[in-house]
């Protein structure tokens, strides 16, 4: 019996849907398709592989929506980075007989999953897969947050706010505020300030059994916690979120011919001098 192919593809990219237009006789002669659009929020159907065409923000969105189906995913950049989202449509020519004959095993990223419960009712849920992030938003003072770990007391952070990333998101927003870079498959916490008001506060990781208790003590106007940089949802003072390792791993098959490090150092530029030449990327 042939398996079932979900594609999940962005068409607000350029060139997706011509892309995927031309792929779908040659993808249909290796399985069952169902196509779907990135905007569907509705649960996935049973598949044996996903492939998402779009970039590695579409894949996060993926993810949270997969990953308790058991599904493994396939990025196809079709974006800019394309740090997880790491095939290029050539590349997945190459590969997906290979994927599909289980040759390439997938990786198991763990997820976190968030809860606000919010003084006025407004409550929110979500799963996360790459962070959590609370910002100041407008006016743009300052905020407040008391922070605290299985009940423990951490910190009182004061600044621009707080991330709280998986492995995966390690490399998003959690690094460029100062987070250290974690191997995607480890089972770790992240915790990073953002533009904290003292010296002396710095990222921390923590054991992905943690529960972190954030309490909004002092926030602005604007101030929301936003999950994976795509869903967000307004923060009040007073509203507690609690952030703790999901029930799901999310699945993702990884290049066959790349690793994390190569990735650092082709995608990201990591430890190069100025003068430094990427290495070539894989030719399909």
Known sequence: MPPTILII???????VAGELERLRDWLGQRGKLVIQSNR?????PPAQLCIVFGGDGTLLAAARRVACAGIPLVGVNMGKLGFLADYSVQ???RHLDDILAGKVAPTERMMLEVQVRSPRGADF?????????????PPFRMIELHVAKDGENVATYMGDGVVVATPTGSTGYTLSAGGPIVEPQAEVIVLTPVAPHSLSLR???LRSDSVITITAQHVNPGTALVVDGQISTPLQAGAQVAIRRAACNARVV????????SRLTSKLQWAQSPHHQAPAEEQP
Request: charged share 15%.
């Open 9 to 15: 593809a962005n068409n607000d990219k350029p060139g």
């Open 40 to 44: 569907d929020g509705s649960p996935p």
């Open 254 to 261: 990884p290049h066959p011919g790349r690793t994390f490090f």
């Open 203 to 205: 990222p921390m990781v």
């Open 91 to 93: 590349h997945l020519q």
């Open 125 to 137: 849920s979500s799963p996360v897969a790459n962070d959590v992030s609370i910002t100041a938003g």
